[in-house]
């Protein structure tokens, strides 16, 4: 496995068609984000306080939009700390493998759409962040 960094995660706009009638955006695979989707999951209701995440993947790459509402994405490689405010729908953050991952300040109404290259695989998922830093490690 590579040592990534979060310099790797990057804001992607989006294509975004605007009309009177109102905006159009699409994804279209390995053309906007770098990588197939295989999978679709969204975030709801997360109560006022929360957070969600707090996992890394080992293989997985993500892309996350905010497609309501806003809230922040942090991610940690270890050494480097970085944190992106998603608010509007027509971008997203990709999010590379072996990247420690939270999310927080979810606004009121707000929806969290993950595009991602894997259907589940629980033995991709690091759950304990010490875990995920031994795995760093032995990667550096």
């Known amino acids: 496995m590579t040592q990534r960094s979060v310099n790797e995660c990057r804001i992607i706009d989006l294509p975004k068609i605007s009309d009177s009638r109102g905006n159009l955006t699409f994804i279209e695979n ?10 679709v999951y969204y975030l709801y209701d997360v109560p006022g306080g929360s957070d969600r995440g707090s996992h890394a993947h080992r293989n997985l790459h993500q892309f996350i939009i905010a497609m309501s509402g806003s809230f922040d ?13 998603l608010n509007r729908s027509h971008y997203g953050l990709y999010v590379c493998p072996m990247m420690w991952r939270y999310l ?21 998922y690091i759950r304990e962040y010490d875990t995920y830093l031994s795995a760093v490690r032995e990667d550096a």
Do not use: M, W
């Open 30 to 39: 390995s053309n906007h984000i770098p990588f197939d989707i295989k999978r």
């Open 73 to 85: 994405v942090v991610l940690d490689d270890g050494r480097q700390k970085k944190r992106f405010q």
């Open 104 to 124: 927080d300040n979810f606004s009121s109404g707000s929806v969290c759409l993950a595009l991602v290259s894997e259907k589940y695989i629980e033995d991709d």
